[in-house]
């Protein structure tokens, strides 16, 4: 007598009901978020390193000139490619203020472990500058707007502006004059001249130099204002480049 063919069993999913589904998609949306903050957390201070870099390291060199105008202007590139992608393929409106807050996490841990726990650096010398209140306006610009042309032009001026109004309070108390064996230095000075770091030329540390103090003896005005102009155009410029990047690297989106 032929024995009976067996039937074979069914393939079942790990989750059958759609509570369950939901629940697991979320908790994948999780972890991917996770690894998301981290990714741009080291790309964007790695990014920040490389082209702010010694600007943001010491008191004494965030002056009201150099500081003032370098850091927005260079800074906004990454966070305005970021903010097509995001927008252009996810409806999302918020590039600048995430990369604003993976910037100031990652700095913060590196400032406290390496600059701090490491070099011995006290944190009032090596503190980084918050892009927060910049990124907010950024992304604000774009929902208001809808336009990245107008993103470009107000929210490149409201960056560069909101980095000095943040962080310009921040620096103030180290800028008060003080007598040093009769010598006027500002505090930031002192802390300089007494926290040696090998391999600082001196006279890069002058950098408070120029001409811009014709303008009325004060030179962080005049600097704002051409940053503000350049970080709309860097910003416009790097939207462009995000655009460019996604027709050629986001192409299987256009399939999903």
Request: hydrophobic share 55%; aromatic share 18%.
């Amino acid at each position: 007598m032929a024995a009976l063919p067996v039937p074979e069993a069914r393939p079942r999913g790990a989750f059958t009901r759609p509570e369950d589904i939901r629940q697991a998609y979320r908790q994948f949306d999780i972890v991917i978020a996770a690894l998301l903050f981290f990714l741009f957390m080291a790309l964007y201070h790695v990014f920040w390193m490389l082209s702010v870099g010694d600007w943001d390291f010491w008191t004494d060199w965030k002056d009201r000139q150099w500081w003032v105008f370098l850091t927005p202007v260079v800074s906004i590139a990454m966070p305005a490619a970021a903010q097509y992608i995001f927008w252009e393929k996810f409806r999302l409106p918020f590039a600048g203020t995430l990369l604003a807050v993976c910037l100031v996490v990652a700095t913060w841990i590196n400032r406290v472990m390496n600059m701090s726990g490491w070099a011995y650096f006290p944190l009032n010398f090596v503190w980084p500058v918050s892009m927060i209140a910049s990124g907010i306006a950024l992304d604000a610009t774009l929902v208001l707007t809808r336009s990245y042309l107008l993103m470009s032009i107000f929210g490149g001026f409201f960056w560069a502006l909101l980095f000095y109004l943040a962080n310009w309070p921040l620096m103030a108390a180290f800028s008060l004059p003080v007598d040093v064996n009769g010598v006027l230095m500002s505090i930031a000075d002192v802390q300089g001249y007494h926290y040696i770091r090998t391999g600082t030329p001196e006279y890069l540390r002058l950098i408070d130099r120029g001409t811009l103090r014709s303008f009325g003896q004060e030179p962080a005005y005049v600097s704002v204002a051409v940053a503000m102009f350049l970080s709309a155009v860097v910003c416009f410029v790097f939207v462009m480049i995000g655009r460019a990047f996604t027709k050629t690297q986001f192409s299987w989106l256009k399939r999903i």
